[in-house]
T-cell receptor, first 116, second 115 residues
Framework: NAGVTQTPKFQVLKTGQSMTLQCAQDMNHEYMSWYRQDPGMGLRLIHYSVGAGITDQGEVPNGYNVSRSTTEDFPLRLLSAAPSQTSVYFC???????????????FGSGTRLTVV | SQELEQSPQSLIVQEGKNLTINCTSSKTLYGLYWYKQKYGEGLIFLMMLQKGGEEKSHEKITAKLDEKKQQSSLHITASQPSHAGIYLCGALPSNSGGSNYKLTFGKGTLLTVNP
């Protein structure tokens, strides 16, 4: 049982390049989200999804695209990388149970991205 | 937007000592989550508090939410090296509508436990 798998673990990009960060889960969780973690800024929500075909923006969505075609996968796309997107990216999932908030997220181990 | 202040930013204790980490919100909360992160890894969910005055324990870690639902404390009794890591609080504002899709996190408290 893999849980939440993020790939790659490390990536270096040049400014202007594009790439996709992958997040896959095998727990049949409907909710999936992407956070970025920066020193002194904590974790900030980029985008989230409550099911296949449904996505919404978080606190810092600019420069990132997402789509959710299956329950298992929630890729995060950087269309034109900028140095400001240097960060550690975490994918988080949970069962989607509206009105029940006592579940915690299950986090992946993160992707460390450097944009030069 | 919801703002969470954690204190202290970092903490160094001797093994066996007790310690407390605080999380304060600028607004009344619907719920408060505590997570632990080891360096280079993802976050691990510890517990969630929702009712004013509620207290929960997970092994030697106890968390409490105050009656006003704006402040939470995390207390570790008889700390061990395994407790070392970053502790983060995450909050749901009172107008969250009963869903926890958009947690706001504090910046974290780095705990070092010296043997």
């Amino acid at each position: 049982n893999a849980g939440v798998t993020q790939t790659p673990k490390f990536q270096v990009l040049k400014t202007g390049q594009s790439m996709t960060l992958q997040c896959a889960q095998d727990m049949n969780h409907e909710y999936m989200s992407w956070y970025r973690q920066d020193p002194g800024m904590g974790l900030r929500l980029i985008h989230y999804s409550v099911g296949a075909g449904i996505t919404d923006q978080g606190e810092v969505p600019n420069g990132y695209n997402v789509s959710r075609s299956t329950t298992e996968d929630f890729p995060l796309r950087l269309l034109s990388a900028a140095p400001s997107q240097t960060s550690v990216y975490f994918c988080a999932t949970q069962p989607n149970l509206p009105g029940q908030t006592n579940y915690g997220y299950t986090f992946g181990s993160g992707t460390r991205l450097t944009v030069v | 937007s919801q703002e969470l202040e954690q204190s202290p930013q970092s903490l160094i204790v001797q093994e066996g000592k007790n310690l407390t980490i605080n999380c304060t919100s600028s607004k009344t909360l619907y719920g408060l989550y505590w997570y632990k992160q080891k360096y280079g890894e993802g976050l691990i969910f510890l517990m969630m508090l929702q009712k004013g005055g509620e207290e929960k324990s997970h092994e030697k870690i106890t968390a409490k939410l105050d009656e006003k639902k704006q402040q939470s404390s995390l207390h570790i009794t008889a700390s061990q090296p395994s407790h070392a890591g970053i502790y983060l609080c995450g909050a749901l504002p009172s107008n969250s509508g009963g869903s926890n899709y958009k947690l706001t996190f504090g910046k974290g408290t780095l705990l070092t436990v010296n043997p």
